[in-house]
């Protein structure tokens, strides 16, 4: 007997010890004639059910003459079986003297065999053998109908084939009652089906979704303003996007042909229409560089024209004007650009240079300035770190008082000077923030309430501790040790921080 599981050409096929035995060394079957020349005829089942094996199927045994019928079955294989389940099922069945077996079941007794020559015990073993062999397939399938990844088809086919070996086998055991939970299984089956089915619908659904997610990313990238579109990593997108929907059509599950279409008609367009609008953009692009040449042309030679005037003031202005007109105007062909630029640039630089050389003598003429700056920085500077907050505020007021009375420092030194007194006034306002963190009443009850929680931690985990140690667990009394010590630790911190800020 072979049994029809799911894969059963592959790996899953599993051929049980019964299909060996009787493979190897079937016993002879007696027809009925046979049976009644041997005795006085035994009880026998009524009608044999749809679906039985027909008399004139059985073997007959051969004759005493024979060899083959002297010999006993080759010995096989001992098979494991649970000795309770074994007996109970032997209960099922008896021998008669002549070797024929018969099960008992709720229509009547059945013959299931003929094994001669052997003794009852050794006859009905390998009948309940069978049985149980056939229970395990029973067993297996329900195992693997709740885990396996089976196909509705290979559940119709697998219990097909249960309730056709199930219906009249060869075999002693509570036959009824496997027969049930074959029936069962119908039920449970059904259910499976139904999963599956959702499972596949499901999976239609999610395929759908992750195409439609394809094509709203192609629509976003194709509705994206022209102006605000990176044409090469958008072109490198959609075309990620081609290769996800083709990967989505030859590995992920398949949907219905309507919507494919309609979804691929979604695609191709959002795709049409990016191509088409690159190609405007990029030759209104060419357009607008050709302006743009022409109006930096014009900018130059009126940054060339003022680059001589010792007008500071009001040439500065025209210069940042000219510039606000340069960026305004766009880019031109990068080469035209660059050549444009640097002829822009040296108009300006010549203007700034000759300020420059003006303004640095200017410029000697605040050295005194500077160095009243720099004893108000030494002053400054003296009271950090800050020890009396009140006392560095007022400090610090007058300091700023008298920098401002002092007048301006050269050029080159403002920023030095000014980042060097930025840098006091920072301190003292960290300063007056840390005091009032410290003196924060919330700051100190999160502080107060950690450190409570934090205690009955340790609390617990060191009665988890004692029961461990009382246990023998080494190893969880060395983890519960180990997170003990890391508690403590935080509640150390915890309190450290609150007694520093109420100090």
């Known amino acids: 007997m072979s049994e029809s599981i799911p894969g059963s050409n592959g790996p899953d096929h599993v051929e049980g010890p019964a299909e060996q035995a009787t493979a190897e060394t079937p016993p002879t079957e007696a027809s009925e004639q046979d049976a009644a020349s041997a005795k006085p005829a035994a009880p026998r089942p009524g009608p044999p059910k749809p679906g039985a094996p027909k008399p004139s199927a059985l073997r007959r045994p051969q004759p005493a003459s024979s060899p083959a019928a002297a010999a006993p079955p080759a010995p096989v294989a001992p098979v494991v079986h649970d000795a309770a389940e074994e007996a109970a099922a032997t209960g099922f069945g008896r021998v008669d003297d002549d070797g024929t077996v018969y099960v ?231 080469r035209d650009d660059d050549v444009l630029w640097g002829r822009f640039r040296a108009a300006q630089d010549t203007f700034f240079g000759a300020r420059d050389e003006a303004n640095a003598a200017i410029d000697a003429e605040y050295g005194e300035n500077l160095k009243v700056k720099e004893q108000l ?21 007058d300091i700023q008082d008298r920098w401002e009375e002092a007048g301006k420092v050269p050029r080159g030194d403002i920023q030095r000077v000014e980042g060097r007194l930025r840098a006091v006034e920072s301190a003292v306002r960290e300063a007056e923030d840390a005091r009032w963190r410290r003196t924060n009443p919330e700051t100190q009850a999160r502080a107060e309430g950690a450190a409570a929680q934090l205690e009955d931690a340790i609390a617990s985990l060191e009665t988890d501790l004692a029961a461990a140690q009382e246990a023998g667990d080494r190893r969880t009394a060395e983890e519960l040790e180990a997170a003990i010590t890391a508690r403590r630790s935080w509640l150390e911190q915890v309190v450290q921080a609150a007694e520093d800020s109420r100090g």
Request: charged share 35%; hydrophobic share 40%; net charge neutral.
């Open 104 to 334: 008992r079941e709720a229509t009547g007794e059945r013959s299931v065999g003929q094994y001669p020559g052997v003794s009852t015990e050794e006859a009905l073993s390998l009948y309940v053998r069978r049985y149980l062999d056939l229970a395990a397939k029973v067993t297996l399938f329900e195992t693997r109908l709740d885990s396996a990844d089976l196909s509705v088809r290979e559940i119709d086919q697998t219990l097909s084939k249960l309730a056709e070996e199930t219906a009249e086998p060869a075999a002693v055991g509570d036959l009824d009652a496997l027969r049930g939970r074959v029936e069962a299984l119908r039920g449970r089956a059904a259910e499976r089906r139904k999963q599956l089915e959702a499972e596949r619908a499901a999976a239609k659904d999610r395929a759908i979704e992750a195409r439609t997610a394809i094509v709203e990313a192609a629509e976003k990238i194709a509705g994206t303003e022209p102006s605000k579109m990176q044409w090469r990593p958008a072109g490198e997108e959609l075309r990620a996007l081609l290769d996800s929907w083709k990967d989505a059509q030859r590995h992920g599950p398949r949907i219905d042909r309507p919507t494919e279409e309609a979804l691929w008609k979604r695609f191709s367009h959002a795709r049409t229409a990016f191509d088409r609008e690159r190609r405007h953009f990029f030759a209104e692009l060419e357009q607008r560089n050709t302006a743009a040449k022409a109006t930096k042309e014009r900018l130059v030679v009126e940054a060339e024209s003022l680059q001589h005037s010792t007008d500071w003031g009001a040439t500065a202005a025209a210069y940042r004007d000219l510039m606000a007109q340069w960026k305004a105007a766009g880019r031109a062909n990068r």
């Open 377 to 397: 920085l030494t002053e400054a500077e003296a009271l950090l770190p800050v020890s009396d907050l009140a006392a560095a505020k007022s400090a610090l007021r």
